[in-house]
T-cell receptor, first 115, second 113 residues
Framework: AQSVTQLDSHVSVSEGTPVLLRCNYSSSYSPSLFWYVQHPNKGLQLLLKYTSAATLVKGINGFEAEFKKSETSFHLTKPSAHMSDAAEYFCVVSDLDFGNEKLTFGTGTRLTIIP | GAVVSQHPSWVICKSGTSVKIECRSLDFQATTMFWYRQFPKQSLMLMATSNEGSKATYEQGVEKDKFLINHASLTLSTLTVTSAHPEDSSFYIC?????????FGPGTRLTVL
């Protein structure tokens, strides 16, 4: 069975400072990993994905994530936070469950940007 | 590309009535769509997997007779909440798969009075 642990339920950073959102996963096979962002009362937008190619993945809006198999981590980073980055972020693992694709979501990290 | 829409974006209904939510992939075809439910300040929970032209696969604990799913075409899946009750009030989000990625709709907020 697969699982995702987002280590921080809430992260606050000042505008212009780096962002780090932590994610650890467990999976029986070689997983695909995703980060999605959700703004209030909106659906989820794909930030980036890892699908067994390059371990450093660059996404939209300046975000990137590094897949570290030895640490079973897929942390999301951004060098400089912007006010518009304030949202809920979900780390997601995709795996096969009896041949069917299934996404497992982390519990989310709420990112607050301090002006 | 890979845009998914949902209609309506919000709906209020009386207890005992049925509500239909549509999920459309606008610029791609999706043989598989997914329906999720999200409670306030919580993560998404998969309700069912919808496959075009066949019966949906429901997750454990999800009543298939209450949450009817129809995936009649490669761009449209519908979720009908039958005999809705206040506990069905929630944010319902669909996704459609393109290649190896799921693209999500904007969600439908259902309030049952």
């Amino acid at each position: 069975a697969q699982s995702v642990t987002q280590l921080d339920s809430h992260v606050s950073v000042s505008e212009g400072t780096p962002v780090l959102l932590r994610c650890n996963y467990s999976s029986s096979y070689s997983p695909s990993l995703f980060w999605y962002v959700q703004h209030p009362n909106k659906g989820l937008q794909l930030l980036l994905k890892y699908t067994s190619a390059a371990t450093l993945v660059k996404g939209i809006n300046g975000f990137e994530a590094e897949f570290k198999k030895s640490e079973t981590s897929f942390h999301l980073t951004k060098p400089s936070a912007h006010m518009s980055d304030a949202a809920e972020y979900f780390c997601v693992v995709s795996d096969l469950d009896f041949g069917n694709e299934k996404l497992t979501f982390g519990t989310g990290t709420r990112l607050t940007i301090i002006p | 590309g890979a845009v998914v829409s949902q209609h309506p974006s919000w709906v209020i209904c009386k207890s005992g009535t049925s509500v239909k939510i549509e999920c459309r992939s606008l610029d791609f075809q999706a043989t598989t769509m997914f329906w999720y439910r999200q409670f306030p300040k919580q993560s998404l929970m998969l309700m069912a997997t919808s496959n075009e032209g066949s019966k949906a696969t429901y997750e454990q604990g999800v009543e298939k007779d209450k949450f009817l799913i129809n995936h009649a075409s490669l761009t449209l899946s519908t979720l009908t909440v039958t005999s809705a009750h206040p506990e069905d009030s929630s944010f319902y989000i669909c996704s459609a798969r393109s290649a190896d990625t799921q693209y999500f709709g904007p969600g439908t907020r259902l309030t049952v009075l």
